[in-house]
């Protein structure tokens, strides 16, 4: 495959061992690991970036519950529950979504499982997201990079750095993604 320029930001596309794909990306902000773990778990700051109303009992095991809201009108895709399959404040949030095998949305498909890491910095005023997307096809994981892509840009400003959420940068990463993943994936783990 040709070699293609990564734009800065740009989250990675990788195989994992058991042949599904793992969209990652790697954030750093200069705030304490709590004020990131603030934005990845609660709900009121959750609400400013995340695609849905994610909500958790914060007990493993228990469902996590994700509520799509429609901006045009029409009915919001259904989204099954998920289950919680991590929760260890302030570090780690992880769960699990079986998703429906014929929806319309590509994102939505079949088992899917996110994690969202929060690890302190090089310093006490420095943290570090690791957001991790597995899902089980390439088409999956396309329509999903420029989605979080777009999201973490508004998980920046809740953090209080400059993000840009606007349309002319979610298109720019799709066709980045689809120039750099859409002809097929290398098994080698992409260096984020």
Known sequence: M???TTL???GTLTRTDDGRYR???VRAFDRPVEDLWAAISEPELLDTW???KLRTSGVV???VTEEFESTDGTPPPETP???LTAYEPPHLF???VDGIPDSPYPGMRGRQDITMEATPGSSDDECVLTFTHDVQTLESALSVLPGWHYCLEYLALTMGTQGEPT???LERFKAHYQERYGGGLVDEVDEA
């Open 167 to 169: 349309e002319e940068n």
């Open 61 to 63: 095991g228990e469902p």
């Open 94 to 96: 992880a769960f699990r």
């Open 81 to 83: 529950p998920g289950v």
């Open 23 to 25: 969209v990652r990306f």
């Open 2 to 4: 040709e070699e293609v």
């Open 50 to 52: 995340y695609p849905a």
């Open 8 to 10: 800065q930001g740009a």
